[in-house]
């Protein structure tokens, strides 16, 4: 194991013991942290390390443009690559470190890229077009097309697929984030290896031979903070989910995606019964809303805006996809043998 990867156990451990003697804090303030991040290191086979066919050093031909996807527009863009994310923390109190697990519930993540789509995000839809208060706030589908039934909508993942450490002190802040792909439950590693259209990034990684060993993204600086009493207004534009920092050439990428979605925004959504899980499709209201999630805050939130300064380094290790063994080889090779067995006896019964 890691040096890296005992210290995040070490953490993860103290705080959730820290937790368990001291009770959760009766504190109701709230805390948001966004950034973004760029592909700095990449370990795995040679065939898809985006920074073969880069200019000056940047990622502007990843995977997808190196394997067949050339002629999709926007892949020369170099925020293809990149990712935008955030933390939030709702029960906040002050300066120190919090560690965000798929277990201890402290708090959520998203973080998301043109190329590897929601890597973190809870994906939810719209009953139908935004409402007026948040079209003038500047919220729409990516693709610039007009708001619809079934649009998407990504908030942060309160049982988040990887953990996240974020230490603050003051204005300073860091984030260690690692997602281990071998910890996941099968059905998220999949989903998540698989990508979306138009990258069609498992197949691209399939045909290498290679898949998802690791994603992180670590890094420190100095935030632009701001802070205002919950209810008050002020935090309307504090972002929430989906506010992507990419350019318009790789949001498009993101299609039927609603950006930016902020406290504001969400809040609108919520009083006029426009946020599912599947959005309407036959006409018929859903029977489940998304229900809000600053319900029990008050006091007063704080914004720490990291993306003024240089992207975080976000770091994508791939690893070989492992051949069938010889025992399971020649279990395959019994079962075929048999089911032809199996075969020639109905065909010498009929």
């Given at each position: 194991?890691?040096?890296?990867?005992?210290?995040?156990?070490?953490?993860?451990?103290?705080?959730?013991?820290t937790?368990?003697?001291?009770g959760?804090?009766a504190?109701?303030?709230?805390?948001?942290?966004?950034?973004?991040?760029?592909?700095?290191?990449?370990?795995?086979?040679?065939?898809?390390?985006?920074?073969?066919?880069?200019?000056?050093?940047?990622?502007?031909?990843?995977?997808?443009?190196?394997?067949?996807?050339?002629?999709?527009?926007?892949?020369?863009?170099?925020?293809?690559?990149?990712?935008?994310?955030?933390?939030?923390?709702?029960?906040?109190?002050?300066?120190?470190?919090?560690?965000?697990?798929?277990?201890?519930?402290?708090?959520?993540?998203?973080?998301?890229?043109?190329?590897?789509?929601?890597?973190?995000?809870v994906?939810?839809?719209?009953?139908?077009?935004?409402?007026?208060?948040?079209?003038?706030?500047?919220?729409?589908?990516?693709?610039?097309?007009?708001?619809?039934?079934?649009?998407?909508?990504?908030?942060p993942?309160?049982?988040?697929?990887?953990?996240?450490?974020?230490?603050?002190?003051?204005?300073?802040?860091?984030?260690?984030?690692?997602?281990?792909?071998?910890?996941?439950?099968?059905e998220?590693?999949?989903?998540?290896?698989?990508?979306?259209?138009?990258?069609?990034?498992?197949?691209?990684?399939?045909?290498?031979?290679?898949?998802?060993?690791?994603?992180?993204?670590?890094?420190?600086?100095?935030?632009?903070?701001?802070?205002?009493?919950?209810?008050?207004?002020?935090?309307?534009?504090?972002?929430?989910?989906?506010?992507?920092?990419?350019?318009?050439?790789?949001?498009?990428?993101?299609s039927?995606?609603?950006?930016?979605?902020?406290?504001?925004?969400?809040?609108?959504?919520?009083?006029?019964?426009?946020?599912?899980?599947?959005?309407?499709?036959?006409?018929?209201?859903?029977?489940?809303?998304?229900?809000?999630?600053?319900?029990?805050?008050?006091?007063?939130?704080?914004?720490?805006?990291?993306?003024?300064?240089?992207d975080?380094?976000?770091?994508?290790?791939?690893?070989?996809?492992?051949?069938?063994?010889?025992?399971?080889?020649?279990?395959?090779?019994?079962?075929?043998?048999?089911?032809?067995?199996?075969?020639?006896?109905?065909?010498?019964?009929?």
């Amino acid at each position: 194991m890691s040096t890296r990867s005992v210290l995040r156990s070490l953490l993860l451990s103290t705080a959730l013991v820290t937790k368990v003697l001291t009770g959760s804090l009766a504190v109701a303030d709230s805390a948001v942290i966004s950034f973004t991040a760029d592909v700095a290191t990449y370990s795995g086979t040679p065939a898809l390390d985006p920074f073969n066919n880069g200019g000056g050093g940047l990622p502007s031909a990843p995977f997808a443009l190196i394997n067949g996807l050339g002629g999709f527009a926007g892949l020369a863009s170099p925020d293809w690559a990149r990712f935008s994310g955030q933390i939030y923390i709702p029960d906040f109190a002050g300066d120190g470190t919090y560690t965000i697990s798929p277990t201890n519930g402290v708090g959520g993540v998203y973080l998301h890229s043109p190329l590897l789509n929601r890597i973190e995000a809870v994906s939810l839809r719209t009953e139908g077009p935004l409402t007026p208060a948040s079209l003038s706030a500047g919220a729409g589908r990516a693709d610039g097309a007009p708001t619809q039934n079934r649009d998407d909508i990504y908030l942060p993942d309160f049982t988040p697929n990887g953990v996240a450490i974020v230490t603050i002190n003051g204005d300073d802040v860091s984030i260690d984030y690692e997602l281990d792909f071998s910890s996941l439950p099968d059905e998220n590693a999949a989903f998540l290896r698989n990508g979306v259209t138009p990258t069609q990034i498992g197949d691209i990684l399939v045909a290498e031979g290679q898949k998802f060993g690791s994603i992180g993204v670590v890094g420190s600086g100095t935030s632009v903070k701001q802070s205002a009493v919950i209810g008050s207004g002020g935090e309307d534009d504090f972002p929430y989910g989906g506010f992507n920092l990419f350019d318009a050439v790789a949001s498009g990428n993101l299609s039927n995606t609603i950006l930016p979605t902020t406290r504001g925004v969400i809040d609108n959504e919520i009083a006029a019964n426009n946020i599912s899980e599947d959005g309407m499709q036959t006409g018929t209201a859903s029977p489940v809303f998304f229900t809000d999630p600053f319900a029990g805050e008050s006091g007063t939130t704080f914004f720490y805006d990291l993306t003024g300064g240089p992207d975080l380094d976000a770091s994508i290790a791939l690893v070989p996809i492992p051949e069938p063994g010889a025992a399971v080889l020649l279990l395959l090779g019994v079962a075929a043998a048999a089911a032809r067995r199996g075969r020639g006896v109905r065909d010498a019964v009929v």
